[in-house]
């Protein structure tokens, strides 16, 4: 049992990563990561709105996807939660999965109640300017 | 004096009850604990079957005394109330079985299982088989509950039918405000940054459709037999349009549309002729707490036959004619004073 | 790595023992992250809810567009960029203080230490100057069918649409300049509380690495013989950058 | 001392223990005041819990006399409260202010903190077999900030303005804005800051039980051998620890709402005839953000109640509970389900349809775990050899109650009947009786049950057995009637229904309610003087296990509540959470295996 064993619950010591190779590697993939994105908002912008829906939509997705994969690379080897085991792992990962829910279903009512100020409840019809959001001249001039 | 003769009974109980207390103690230190023990056993186990029994008699006494004065006697008010009328008796049903049981298994076992020296607890950690079972039919039961209910559910969440009669309802502290489309079928917008003191609701005058909007207070006409589409809007805190003969709540909530809609079966008249209460009255509780005055936030639905209604409706005069005293036709200012003083008719506020 | 020191077939849930291996300390401060996750998830839920049930929003790359000392360059993104960088540099230095700690070499985790410090405070710098860029910030809102000046606040947020010329040549002000419409309130009260919670947990975070700094100078973990405070408090400040990670998606990228 | 010998065997935590020795000369202020003894931190929160359980229920049986007697005045009323009850009639904004109390204190101080704050204290490392709590530091502080977030609660009741007066649940806007109403003036900040401080309480409480449980179980007992209590606490500090934030998030917001002019909860509002510049937020999102803890609240009070019924009910009826795992894994479902359902409070929000289908699907699924546990607790009495200790009396109480106050759900969770029950009496029977009086019962229970262990001395049977009859029977008689009123339409949350057609016929029954709720919070006075009474002068404990249980709490010494060290247990390799087994009586968790023992498990 290595020295620096805290406290009487741990009964066989961690070896705990032996040279810094790791970590500045994942230094390396967070910034490359987050250049991607950088890029891809930048991307978004550049278009001023003119992309289609569908397109925008799976840009920001893939935002989403890259952000997690680098939370992934934090939690796992500068959190070291990759090195712990299996059991304990779970008990992190297993309570996240709540936050499906909680995101679908928030934004889900937080659509509808879109839905219901513009319609008055259904009373009206939706008013149609919904894609006058970038206009043209808005971006250069400032 | 009363109070405080309640207060010194109080008291009073409660040395006694200490006394007796105190004393079973010397007792039971007498006679033995283990003696004592076992008679509180049979006491309890007693009391507690006693209790299953006149538990059952007193549930059914008060039903007896106080189903009548719930809303089921009388039926639903409402058409489409009525599916969950036949909802509310099955549930009822289902429950009211499991309950019967569950308390009757409960209570019966606790007498019959009470302490006794030749009888030996009988080992029985677990058996998947039963447990599957009471896992298996709750299940079942309770996804036929969840269609049943779903189905009615987006029946009534559904679109109002296109014909439907429409009424804005707006709830503030503490009263009901409701306008109604006029002629056009459509409600004038709305701004609230627009209200004034004449203008209480915010309406938007400068759409062309505002201009025929009528515009009541505390109580609303709606013709029987043709579904009524309420459009729900708060102007200080939430609200909720409770309309407990027709079987629906809705909240209003500042901000954000809401509505509900239903279907009259029976005019006011023709209620109050079936409870037997001349006073009967279809009343707006605001079910939502809303402040000092939540409880004295009534409003009340007049469901008129159609001619009624017809005529109700060409008495009243457009909110616009009485902001805009000059654009009126000649004959609608002289009524519009009167019609102002109808619609005041807001409960006071008890306080 | 572990699995080699750890012999295959051990009881973990027998008791006697944590299940997991990890001193309770680590535990509970791993359990207190995932209690935080929800405060901050609620934050950017209740964000996400509030920008799905408005038509409109203000478009980060037009609002995040200054650059200390250059003027009025029209640089998206290009600061917070800055930002991520120096919270990501603080980690790595942070992670390399827990790393020299295993090893129990003092030096080592003060000077790395140091670092995250200074890595923080440059963050809580970046943030200030980004604060006070954007509440000092001159808009020309179009309010009340008059223009006004304004910057972005709880209160104020001048990132509406833009009104078009037409319509300001027709109101009689001068159809050349870019005035918007005022935007959605919630956008500056959500921008300010979330990056100001998460900014107290930055500065909260250096706090704690101080006094950790410190305890190392003492030679506090050298008498006790392990470095675990300095795990903890990694782990606390790797969460910080963990939440920049969703706020900076959130705020700046979509 | 000699049984003190015995257990004084290996311990696992030998390191600790030389570091803990000197704990054993303390001050009274270290022993009593600010201690880190997990017993005496139970207590604490117990006393407290107390304390404010009698202040909650007098609130209650003071805005019962105006429901009961809308009609006459109590001039003694005008010599306690002052300005709130003119004339001696209760003023309304003074009755809702009391309903907003009374509803905060039971659920958040009595039933949450008094409830799992003492039983999770005192029973975690007694059954386990820890040493203490995993940081008996935090411990500590989690019972000062709970004391805090009373001392401001407390304060918040002699503001001028009075204390918060929007209902437990404080929607905004009518809390967010001070002209809404007069609760929602300073009284309402410090709900607020109160409620912050009672998160921390529970949320250092809640990380604490859970690393206890998990890290520091003794040698040998694995988490299939954790008594139910403790299965039950840990699923509840899980509930507290993951939901409370989302509920520290919305009051920051809502604060943020009163105080700094942002627009999180508030669009379009004209209040008192001023226009507010206020727009696109959401008085929903408040709500959606609260039951995402409110609903696992209801949880966080019931589970310890469970878990402590499952284990009396297994000792008094000299049978192992039915269905152990059975127990354990419909305790994770209801944890699981308890995050995924809340918005079944807002059927009538305006909640989308599609959505709202969702959330009565989950909510009915919560029905089936319960079925589970109340056939298991059905079946642990089937052919047992019943002792009715007081204990076992609320602990069958509780299970009457609990299907009674949970079928009710049925409806409730149901959205086409939720939009003719909601907010009304019906809602006020359904959870005062499943989440109120059964949580209480469960209390009780745990409180009849481990007193002799806490403080070394027995209650008074003949006192605790009229508090038992009392209560039961004044309960139902109290909320049975209330269905009636709900199927009526009647709406909770009126100061006065005489102005309604539609509800003003109750005034009798209602007059017969508020009758017999004070007769019951009399009884609960009873229980509160035996308490204190037995406490000093109760009949003394002369042996070790008095009630014949196998949990390890019972093998150590008659009154640990003083023994300031730690308490050891004597190491054991296999143990069975067994009675009745193979022709003994019980077996102690403590007791090896013996060679003629079957296989329970």
Redesign the interface.
């Known amino acids: 049992m290595s020295s620096h064993v805290s406290s009487p619950e741990i009964t066989h010591a961690p070896e705990h990563a032996s040279g810094t190779g790791r970590i500045w590697k994942t230094f390396w993939v967070l910034s490359i990561l987050t250049i991607i994105e950088l890029g891809l908002g930048y991307y978004l912008y550049s278009q001023h709105g003119g992309l289609s829906h569908g397109f925008t939509l799976a840009t920001k997705s893939l935002i989403g996807i890259l952000t997690l994969a680098k939370a992934y690379y934090i939690v796992s080897v500068f959190m070291h939660l990759g090195d712990e085991i299996r059991n304990f792992i779970m008990t992190i990962i297993v309570p996240l999965c709540l936050f499906i829910w909680f995101i679908v279903a928030f934004l889900w009512d937080g659509n509808s109640w879109k839905n219901l100020r513009n319609t008055d409840a259904g009373s009206r019809e939706a008013p149609k300017t919904e894609k006058v959001e970038h206009a043209p001249e808005q971006g250069a001039k400032h | 004096m009363k109070e405080f003769l309640t207060v010194a009974l109080g008291i009073l109980v409660f040395i006694v009850i200490f006394q007796i207390a105190k004393a079973s103690e010397y007792v039971s230190a007498l006679k033995g604990e283990e003696k004592t023990r076992k008679q509180n056993n049979k006491i309890n186990a007693f009391l507690l079957i006693a209790f299953l029994i006149f538990g059952l008699i007193g549930a059914w006494y008060c039903n007896e005394l106080y189903w009548g004065k719930t809303l089921y006697p009388q039926g639903s008010a409402s058409v489409e109330g009525e599916e969950q009328d036949v909802m509310m008796y099955i549930t009822i049903a289902v429950t009211g079985i499991v309950f019967i049981i569950t308390q009757a298994l409960l209570f019966w076992f606790s007498y019959k299982y009470q302490e006794n020296d030749n009888r030996k607890a009988f080992y029985f950690p677990h058996n998947t088989k039963l447990e599957l079972i009471w896992t298996g039919v709750p299940a079942i039961v309770l996804c036929t509950l969840v269609v049943f209910g779903l189905r009615f559910w987006f029946r009534v969440t559904d679109d109002a039918p296109k014909d439907s009669v429409v009424v804005e309802v707006t709830g503030h502290q503490f009263g009901w405000e409701f306008r109604y489309p006029g002629s056009d079928k459509v409600l004038g917008k709305k701004n609230y940054k627009l209200t004034t003191g004449a203008n209480s609701l915010g309406v938007d005058f400068a759409d062309k459709s505002s201009e025929d909007d009528i515009h009541v207070s505390a109580t609303m006409h709606i013709p029987v037999g043709k579904p009524c589409k309420m459009v729900i809007n708060a102007q200080d805190v939430i609200h909720s349009v409770g309309l407990p003969h027709f079987r629906l709540k809705m909240d209003a909530v500042p901000g954000i549309p809401t509505t509900q809609w239903f279907t009259p079966k029976y005019t006011t008249k023709e209620m109050q002729d079936k409870t037997k209460n001349p006073n009967f009255a279809y009343e707006i509780a605001c079910d939502q707490m809303c402040g000092a005055g939540h409880f004295s936030m009534r409003g009340v639905i007049v469901v008129d036959s159609e001619e009624d209604y017809k005529k109700w409706l060409s008495t009243q005069k457009p909110e616009y004619f009485t902001i805009f005293p000059d654009k009126a036709p000649k004959e609608v200012i002289a009524d519009s004073i009167k019609t102002s003083k109808q619609t005041a008719q807001v409960l006071p506020v008890k306080n | 790595m572990s699995a080699t020191t750890i012999p295959s077939g051990t009881k973990w849930w027998n008791g006697g023992r944590s299940p997991f291996n990890i001193s309770y300390g680590k535990v509970m401060m791993w359990y207190f992250l995932m209690s935080d996750a929800f405060t901050f998830g609620a934050f950017l839920i209740s964000y996400g809810t509030i920008r799905f049930s408005v038509n409109h929003w203000a478009d980060p790359n037009q609002v995040f567009n200054a650059f200390p000392f250059a003027g009025h360059a029209n640089l998206p993104l290009a600061f917070v960029s800055l930002m991520t960088f120096i919270l990501i540099a603080s980690s790595v230095t942070m992670v390399l203080a827990v790393h020299e700690g295993h090893k129990m070499n003092r030096k080592g985790v003060e000077k790395y230490m140091i670092l995250t410090i200074i890595g923080g405070l440059a963050f809580l710098g970046c943030q200030a100057w980004e604060w006070t860029h954007m509440i000092t910030g001159e808009h020309k809102v179009l309010v009340n069918r008059a223009i006004e000046t304004w910057g972005t606040t709880v209160t104020h947020n001048p990132w509406g649409l833009a009104v078009s010329h037409e319509t300001l040549s027709k109101l009689g002000l001068a159809a050349n300049e870019h005035v918007t419409t005022p935007g959605p309130i919630a956008f500056g009260g959500y921008f300010f509380g979330i990056t100001g919670f998460h900014g107290f947990h930055v500065f909260s975070g250096v706090i704690i690495n101080l006094v950790m700094y410190i305890k190392t100078k003492l030679g506090h973990f050298d008498q006790r013989g392990h470095y675990e405070m300095i795990e903890k408090a990694g782990l606390y400040w790797h969460f910080v950058d963990l939440v920049w990670v969703f706020v900076f998606l959130c705020f700046y990228l979509v | 001392m000699s049984s003190v010998a015995t257990l004084h065997g290996e311990g ?5 223990d030389a570091h803990h020795e000197h704990h054993h000369h303390e001050t009274f202020i270290s022993k009593y005041v600010f201690s880190q003894d997990h017993k005496m931190i139970a207590k604490q929160f117990l006393v407290t819990g107390i304390i404010w359980a009698i202040i909650g229920g007098l609130f209650s049986v003071i805005f019962r006399l105006q429901l009961g007697y809308p009609e006459s005045t ?1 001039p ?1 009323l005008e010599d306690f409260l002052g300005h709130w009850a003119k004339g001696g009639k209760l ?3 003074f009755y ?1 202010a009391l309903v907003t109390m009374h509803g905060t204190i039971l659920v958040f101080f009595v039933l949450t903190a008094g409830l799992s704050g003492t039983f999770a204290n005192f029973l975690i490392p007694l059954q ?2 820890a040493r203490d709590m ?2 008996p530091m ?1 411990n500590m502080l989690s019972y000062w900030f709970f004391f805090l977030a009373s001392i401001i609660m407390f304060s918040s009741l002699f503001v001028q303005t009075g204390p918060a ?3 437990w649940t404080i ?4 809390s967010a ?1 001070g002209e ?3 609760g929602s003036k300073i009284g309402m900040d410090l709900w607020l800051v109160s409620m912050a401080m009672f998160i921390v309480s529970s ?1 250092l409480g ?3 039980y ?3 449980i ?10 299939t051998r954790l008594p139910l209590t403790v299965w039950s606490l840990f699923f509840t500090a ?1 509930l507290g ?6 509920l ?3 009051a ?2 809502l604060l ?1 709402d009163r105080n ?5 909860y ?8 001023k ?1 507010l ?9 408040f709500q ?2 609260f039951w ?1 803890l409110g609903h696992p609240e209801v949880y966080i009070i019931l589970l310890p109640a469970m878990g402590m019924a499952s284990e009396i009910l297994s000792v008094n ?10 127990m354990v894994t419909s305790l994770f479902a209801i944890a699981i389900l308890a ?2 359902v809340w ?1 079944h409070h807002m059927f ?6 599609f ?7 989950l909510t ?2 919560i ?2 775990p319960s ?2 546990k ?6 642990t ?8 200790t007081p204990g076992m ?1 609320f602990a ?1 109480g509780f ?2 109650l609990f ?2 106050g949970g ?2 759900g ?2 409730l969770g ?4 939720d ?2 029950l ?3 009496y019906f809602v006020i029977a359904h959870f005062h009786i499943v989440m109120g009086v059964a949580a209480f019962f469960g209390m009780f229970a745990g409180v009849y049950h481990w007193f002799p262990k806490m403080f070394g001395r027995f209650l ?4 605790a ?2 508090h038992f ?1 009392v209560t ?2 004044g309960a ?1 008689l109290i909320f ?2 209330m269905h ?2 709900g ?3 009647m ?7 005489s ?5 003003k ?2 005034g009798g ?1 209602n007059e017969f309610i508020s009758l017999v709720s004070m007769i019951v919070f ?1 009884a609960q ?2 229980f509160v ?2 308490f204190f009474y037995s406490i000093f002068k109760g ?1 003394r404990v002369t042996t070790q296990n008095p009630w014949g249980s196998n949990s390890l709490e019972w093998t150590t010494p008659i009154n640990p509540g003083m023994v300031t060290g730690p308490v050891k247990y004597r190491k054991f390799t296999e143990e069975l959470y ?6 003994k009586e019980f077996i102690p968790q403590n007791v090896p295996v013996g060679e003629d023992e079957t296989d ?2």
């Open positions: 696992v935590h030998s390191a600790h109590f003694w003023q309304p904004e809702y386990i077999g995993a940081s935090l007066s929007g209902g929607y905004p806007p009518l804005l809404a109403s007069s949320l809640g990380l604490n859970i690393t206890t998990l890290n520091m179980r003794t040698k040998g007992m694995s988490m899980v620890v993951l939901s409370f934030p989302v520290l998030s919305g920051i917001l943020f700094l002019g942002t627009s999180f508030l669009s379009d509002i004209v209040i008192a005839g226009i510049p206020n727009e696109g937020g959401s008085a929903i999102l959606h953000l995402f009826s000299r049978k192992p509970i039915f269905g152990y795992m059975a995050f995924l918005a009538v929000t305006g909640l989308n349809p959505l709202g289908s969702f959330f009565v699907l009915l699924l029905a089936v079925a589970i109340v056939f298991n607790w059905l079946t009495l089937w052919r047992g050899n019943i002792r009715f009396m069958i299970v009457s299907i009674s079928l009710t049925i409806f149901n959205s086409a009947l939009l003719q909601h907010d009304t008074n049977n003949t006192m057995y009229i009859w039961i029977i139902y049975w009637p009636y009123e199927l009526a339409g709406p909770r949350r009126y100061y006065d229904y102005n309604w057609e539609s509800f016929m109750f029954l009399a006075l009873l003087f035996n009949r067994d009675y009745a087994k193979d022709g329970g498990h």
